[in-house]
């Protein structure tokens, strides 16, 4: 296989490894978001402001 044949394979593999990144990464962030509202809304029934 030439290299200009590898090229567009690469660049495929990459943008899928990018992907599959972002994908891995997501669950965290909405874990932190999670545990954030939850204090902000303990914080907020036990201020009495609900």
Do not use: K
Not at 1 to 9: A, R, V
């Amino acid at each position: 296989m030439s290299l200009l044949e590898q090229h567009p394979i690469v660049a495929e593999v990459e943008a899928r490894t990018t992907a599959i990144d972002h994908l891995e990464a997501a669950p965290g962030h909405h874990i932190t978001y999670a545990s954030r509202l939850r204090q902000s809304t303990l914080t907020s029934v036990f201020a009495d402001e609900l």
